[in-house]
C-alpha cells in the first residue's frame, strides 16, 4: 500500500543517512524484529550490513536453515553464520538454574558476536554501527527495568546487555516507534516469508529453557523433535481456524505452543518391551501479549494426534502432558 511504501522509504532514507559510507553489524536471531531490520538495512545499504547468526544449537528444528536460506538467497547482505553449537553445549553443562542458563547464553552471544567484528575489521575498515531490532514496547520494558520497576526483573531478557569495557557501536534502530504488528506488516511489505513475519514468539535462550534442568545433546534432540511435531499439528489447527474465521488470532487460536522436556523419566510399554523415558509436556496458550494467557482449549483430536504422533515417531519420549496452567499464576514457559 502507498503508506507502507511510504514508510519504508522514509525508514530507508533515515538509515542511508545515519550511515553514510560506514559498516553496519546486524545481530540476526531468526525473530521477526532483526529480520526486519536485516530487509530494511538490506534495501538501505546492501553489502555495507554483515548480518551474523550466532547459532547457538538452541533452534527449534531447521530454523538455522531457513534463516540462511532467506538471507543468502533472497536478500544481497553479507551473511556470517557462527557455529557455536558445541561451545554453547560445554559452556552449559551441568548448569540447571534458569537465571543461570539465561545469563551464560546472552553473554556467549556477545562473546561470538564481537569476535566477528573483530575479524571483520581486520580488514581496515571499522565497524562503526550497530543495528538492532528494538521495538517500541521494548523501550517502554527497558524504562521500567532502568528504574527500578519491575516489568523486567521477572525474567532477564538478554538484548540489553551493555556493551563490555572498549567496545562501543553507535546504535541504529529503525523499528524503535513501531509496535509488534506495524512490524510485521513492514516485513511483509519488504517481502519476508510468513515463516519469519508470522513466527510465534521464541525466548532469546531457546530451548534451554524448555529443558529443565541441565540441558545436553541427548534432551535436545528429543525436545526438537518432539516439537516440530507439536508445531506442525498445531500449525494445522491454527490454519484452520484462520481459513473459517479470516482472522490469525481469532478467539481459541494458540498463540505460543511448544513442547517443554522436564527432567523425569516414568515408565511405558512398547511393543512387548517396558520403556522407561522421557515425558514431554504440551504447552499451548491463547494470549494477544504474553502479559496473561490462557491455556489453550484444544479439541481432544487434536492432543489425541499430538500425543499419538510424539510416542510413535520421537525416540526417548514414551509420555505426553498437557499444560492446563494460566498465566497468571504461572508463566508461559516454564523457566
Ligand atoms: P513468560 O514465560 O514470562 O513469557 O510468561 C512471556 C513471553 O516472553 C517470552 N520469553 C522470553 N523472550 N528472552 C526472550 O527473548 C527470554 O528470556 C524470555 N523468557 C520468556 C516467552 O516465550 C513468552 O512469549
Redesign the pocket.
Given at each position: 500500500t502507498w503508506t507502507m511504501d511510504s514508510i519504508i522509504e522514509d525508514s530507508v532514507a533515515a538509515i542511508r543517512e545515519q550511515v553514510g559510507s560506514d559498516r553496519v553489524i546486524l545481530g540476526l536471531s531468526g525473530g521477526v524484529d532483526s529480520s526486519v531490520v536485516a530487509a530494511l538495512c538490506a534495501r538501505a545499504i546492501g553489502k555495507q550490513l554483515t548480518c551474523v547468526f550466532v547459532n547457538h544449537g538452541l533452534l527449534r528444528k531447521n530454523e538455522p536453515e531457513e534463516v540462511e536460506e532467506v538471507f543468502t538467497k533472497q536478500f544481497d547482505v553479507d551473511f556470517v553464520h557462527v557455529h557455536a553449537e558445541e561451545r554453547y553445549l560445554k559452556l552449559l553443562e551441568g548448569v540447571c538454574d534458569p537465571e543461570a542458563k539465561?545469563k551464560i547464553i546472552g553473554t556467549q552471544f556477545w562473546n561470538e558476536f564481537f569476535a566477528v567484528a573483530k575479524e571483520l575489521e581486520q580488514d581496515g575498515r571499522p565497524v562503526k554501527f550497530l543495528a538492532q531490532g528494538t521495538i517500541y514496547p521494548d523501550i517502554i520494558e527497558s524504562g521500567a527495568r532502568k528504574t527500578g520497576g519491575k516489568a523486567s526483573t521477572?525474567?532477564?531478557?538478554?538484548?540489553l546487555i551493555p556493551f563490555p569495557e572498549g567496545v562501543h557501536f553507535d546504535l541504529i534502530e529503525p523499528l524503535d516507534h513501531f509496535f509488534k504488528d506495524e512490524v510485521r506488516a513492514l516485513g511483509t511489505a519488504l517481502g519476508l516469508p510468513d515463516h519469519i513475519v508470522h513466527r510465534q514468539?521464541?525466548?532469546?535462550?531457546g530451548l534451554a529453557?524448555r529443558i529443565i534442568g541441565a540441558v545436553d545433546a541427548e534432551k535436545l534432540e528429543i525436545l526438537k523433535n518432539a516439537d516440530a511435531i507439536v508445531r506442525e499439528e498445531l500449525d494445522a489447527y491454527n490454519q484452520k481456524l484462520f481459513e473459517e474465521t479470516g482472522e490469525r488470532n481469532s478467539e481459541h487460536a494458540c498463540w505460543?505452543y511448544f513442547a517443554v522436556l522436564p527432567d523425569i523419566k516414568s515408565v511405558g510399554v512398547m511393543g512387548d518391551e517396558r520403556t522407561y523415558a522421557r515425558p514431554v509436556i504440551l504447552r499451548a496458550v491463547e494470549s494477544s501479549d504474553?502479559m496473561t494467557?490462557d491455556w489453550a482449549k484444544l479439541p481432544y483430536d487434536v492432543l489425541a494426534k499430538v500425543s499419538g504422533r510424539i510416542v510413535a515417531e520421537v525416540p526417548g519420549a514414551n509420555r505426553v502432558c498437557y499444560d492446563i496452567t494460566s498465566?497468571p499464576p504461572a508463566?508461559?514457559?516454564w523457566e
Open positions: 539465561r521477572i525474567k532477564s531478557h538478554h538484548n514468539p521464541f525466548p532469546g535462550p529453557i505460543q504474553a494467557a498465566k508463566t508461559i514457559e
